[in-house]
């Protein structure tokens, strides 16, 4: 054995980069493998990183004039839309104005190359710092399981490297959490969606003007309905400093059964009117889909760890999507940390077993992402009902445009229209379970 | 033979970028080794496998461009020199022969090796500047390079045809990148490029001769159209009366 | 009086064509500046190519002959230029982007001092400054550079192929023949060996029509209606760097960034993608004509026309319909 790192990360997306921080920062060594020619290449994401993690991970990143991040979110919307309107709850406060924010608006080409960069940095400040590397361009083929069962290192381009434990943070593709048996062989197309996405570029003058933002301050939009054209799914739109992220996640198996493409949803939902008035004159530069876990807690792996391994971020099907945000950048920032903080106190206590590693599950089950997982499952299955994208945001729609409407006509009261677009659209009894779901899940 | 790349680091022309007010914007900031003087440094560690002798890279460039000089150890060369310049520094290609040419007259490189052109600016005058300065013979444009004796034997690519020219050492060769695929860096050679020498020399480069003063988008084609239809022989008839009648192209 | 100088490669004694359009631009300089319109020449018998050049406006013509120039290496053409330009004095030297030129480029500007603003779309001369357009990134933007002429030295600018249009303006040049200093055999470098292109007919930079190969091509059933429609539109056949590399087309046929820049009338791209380094050498094609199966390949983004099929279905009738169209 040539020289073993104290830990080898596959994967350098967001997971993978904050473990790799930790240990860093720590001074332990350590190797992390990515595939893509730089960290960001491949990666997807809508754009926003929530929370307040990022400030753990590179304390007071806003300072930095040229940092990696885009807009801080101090506005949000949520959108119901049928074919030609567009319900929106909406909320702004400047309570979300100061750092650390908690939340972000990132591009990950850009967010990933620069987090990297920052690695490196840790790296170059560290007891040791030529023995540890980010290397990229480089496909890791495989985990090395010793006899006992142990993973002990990685085979890339024919050779092979150890270390005394493997942190796989790998992404949603996740190969080598097969290999090792710890991911299900067959993944339900129900814990799966695809998502889709444009970068849209407008110009910083025309987002701030166009989206009423200052300074570094943004918007998310997440969108139902008619944005999927009724299939099982959502629309997103966040604002990046001069552009906008735009996209759909939808559910695989609605939409294999709707035999439509994610692309042509996608450019239906930027015709929608709603959506065509925010886009308008934009150059798209960027055009990205990508795999993504739905939530569902069924999709996680048997196990998050074993023998000398542990898994972080989407690789362990860590998302929560539950209508209010898609989560699953912090939560592949939190599990990496976890997951180093893990590997950290293994290596010191010479013992890299899977009696040792169980600490990754406790820390994650104490976390706040475990805990919403679970808390939010309901959610996340009531987000899928048909009624979310179909009844619902019609209702809501015809709603407005009655609510909304003055006109040389007697006016009726609220009551009155909510009762009769209530009566077109979906019986009472689902109205109510749908109520009562609600009013329990959320 | 020892070689001498001149190697840079230049913007991903694949990545977004745009004009505003005259200044070129690279969205993602994204940097890369030049394709050509990527092939400059295979070129010399396919001559250094076969007959032996020693690789350096030099580079010119801000403190951001040592990433790019690790790049080529990681390839395999042997050791490397930065001349550090200011981030905001403006270079036209004389400023950067000039320090090159301070470095290199003392060096005992046989062989100097740089890209044809770089990947951003398509100038091709670093290595014809840098040979004349240094009084070395030089040929651009090779596409194929092989060690005889004391000598390099070049094949360039010409304008109707290949020219097969033999170069005593010392001497400088440009390299196209159609002379071959440059390595990507495996693990090992990334971990081994931390250890290897990299000596870093503050530079300042003079004012430059030659300004950018602006960027432009290039002037916009006219919008094309599809020629569509179900029969081929259909879709040739309107092909051809449309490059007739509507372009005059024939 | 002052003096713009345009260097015109011949081969087998034709003037180049980028050249002549260089040179007409140059003449338009002059006039406005009330300069010299000169130029020079090397080859064998340089005087030949004195009349042709008087017919595009030089005035004077700096000839040097020699055999060497028969297949020169580059040190010979930067001694060469650098003799004449002692002899003239230009304020500006202006010659084509060729492999030829760019070979001697760099090595001229270090030794004369000259500043140099390779590959130019445009350039214009204002005072003693002389401003240029000039592709980068790729072709992707373009930029303005500028550079002061300095006391002892000219502004030396190539010209990319397509940027002017050649005009004649017809004088009776003075002929200035210059020796040659060095003495050929006094370079270190040595020619071994010249391996000329096989393909013979066409020179692509001179074509008005342009049919471009790419991968899509593929094999010799490919290739075989890419002659074809070459022979009946009377093209020149370009290449992607995929097939050059494939062997199917040879080196010269390159056209891109790193190939050949053309711009010719018309250009047929035949199951070429549209990577940027290949538009990089044809976006100043006037009328461009796509034939690509992929509905989504960039290639259509520039083109005129796109036809989205397969070229074994598109190319027989295409070239049925040409010939008919032409009464062949
Ligand atoms: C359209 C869309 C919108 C989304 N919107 C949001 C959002 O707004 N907010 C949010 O928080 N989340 C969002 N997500 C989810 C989020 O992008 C992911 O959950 C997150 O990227 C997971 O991070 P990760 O580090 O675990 O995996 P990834 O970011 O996928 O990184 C995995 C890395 O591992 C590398 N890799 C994989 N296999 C190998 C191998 N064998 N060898 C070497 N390297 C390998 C990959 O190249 C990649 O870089 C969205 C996802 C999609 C698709
Ligand atoms: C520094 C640098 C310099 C470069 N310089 C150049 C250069 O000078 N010139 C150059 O060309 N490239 C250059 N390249 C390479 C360039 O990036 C592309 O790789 C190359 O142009 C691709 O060639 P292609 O379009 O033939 O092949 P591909 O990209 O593989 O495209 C083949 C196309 O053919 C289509 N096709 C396949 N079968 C058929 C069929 N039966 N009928 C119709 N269509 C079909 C496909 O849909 C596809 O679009 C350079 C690259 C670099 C990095
Ligand atoms: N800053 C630099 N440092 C070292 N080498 C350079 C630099 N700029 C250009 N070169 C070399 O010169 C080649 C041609 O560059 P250019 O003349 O700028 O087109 C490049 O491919 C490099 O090999």
Known sequence: ?442 | MRFAVCIHQVPDVAAPAQVRDGQLVLDAGRVVLDAYAASAVEAALQLKESHGGEVEVVLVGPQKAAETLRKALAMGADRGTHLLIPEDAALDSRAVVALLAEHLGGSEADAILTGKQSQDTDAGLVGGMLAEALGRPYVTNAVGLEQDGDSLVVTRQGDRGQEVIALPAPCLVTCSNDMNDPRIPNLKGIMASKKKPVETVEASPEAPAVRTVAYAMPPEREPGQRVEGDEPAAVAQTLVRLLSDEARAI | MPTILTHVPVSDGTPNRTALEALTRARQIAGENGWTCAASVFAPDATAAAETLGRYGAQTVYAVSDDAFAQPLGGLVVDALATVIREAAPEIVVMPSTEGMKDALGGLAQRLGAPALPDVVAFSASGTAVEATRPVMAAKFRATVTAEKPADAPVLVSVRAGSYTAEESAVTPEVIRVALATDPASLKASLREVIASASGGVDLADATVVVAAGRGVRDESGKALVDELAEVTGAAIGASRAVVEMGLFPPEAQIGQTGKVVAPDLYFAVGISGAIQHVAGMTGSRTIVAINKDPDAPIFDVATYGVVGDLHQVLPPLIAALREAKGQ
């Open chain 1, 1 to 442: 054995m040539d020289e073993q790192f104290d830990c080898i990360i596959v994967g350098g997306g967001i997971a993978g980069l904050s473990a790799a921080m930790t240990l860093a920062r720590a001074g332990a060594t350590f190797l992390l493998v990515e595939r893509g020619e730089w960290s960001g290449a491949k990666n997807v994401s809508g754009g926003v990183l929530w929370g307040t993690d990022l400030h753990r991970l590179v304390p007071n990143y806003w300072e930095e004039e040229d940092g990696g991040w885009e807009r801080f979110v101090n506005h949000r919307r949520l959108t119901l839309m049928d074919a030609g309107g567009a319900f929106s709850l909406d909320f702004k406060s400047d309570h979300f104005d100061a750092p650390p924010y908690t939340g972000v608006t990132v591009l990950r080409s850009r967010f990933d190359a620069w987090l990297a960069g920052k690695v490196d940095e840790a790296i170059a400040a560290s007891p040791k710092p030529d023995e540890s590397f980010l290397a990229t361009d480089i496909l890791v083929e495989s985990v090395i399981v010793d006899e006992s069962g142990a993973a002990t290192g990685i085979r890339a381009g024919g050779d092979e490297f150890h270390a005394r434990c493997v942190i796989l943070a790998e992404g949603v593709n996740n190969l080598l959490a097969r290999q090792v048996g710890l991911e299900k062989e067959y993944v339900p197309a129900d814990h799966v969606a695809v998502g889709v996405k444009e970068v849209i570029r407008l110009g910083r003058e025309t987002v701030e003007d166009r989206f009423q933002l200052r300074g570094r301050s943004g918007l998310t939009n997440e969108f139902v309905g008619a944005a999927t054209d009724g299939i099982d799914g959502g629309g997103f739109l966040y604002t990046n400093t001069e552009s906008l992220s735009v996209g759909l996640v939808i559910g695989m198996a609605a939409l294999r059964e709707s035999g439509r493409t994610p692309y042509d949803l996608l450019n239906a939902f930027k015709a929608h009117p709603a959506v065509a008035d925010m886009v308008r004159g934009g150059e798209t530069v960027e055009y990205s889909a990508k795999v993504v876990s739905t939530g569902d807690i069924r999709g996680v792996p048997r196990e998050v760890y074993m023998d000398g391994l542990m898994i972080a971020g989407e690789a362990a099907h860590l998302v929560l999507n539950a209508g209010r945000a898609i989560q699953g950048m912090d939560y592949a920032m939190r599990s990496g940390i976890l997951a180093a903080e893990t590997a950290l106190e293994a290596v010191e206590a010479g013992d890299t077993s899977s009696a040792q590693l169980q600490r990754y599950r406790q820390r994650l089950d104490e976390s706040y992402v475990m805990q919403d997982m679970k808390a939010f499952q309901g959610a996340v299955h009531l987000l899928h009902s048909p009624h979310m994208t179909g009844a619902l945001p019609r209702m809501a729609c015809d709603f407005g445009r009655e609510f909304f409407t003055v006109d040389n006509e007697p006016t009726r009261k609220a009551t009155a229209i909510l009762r009769d677009v209530r009566k077109q659209h979906i019986g009472l009894v689902d109205f109510l379970k749908l109520g009562a779901s609600a009013a329990r899940h959320l």
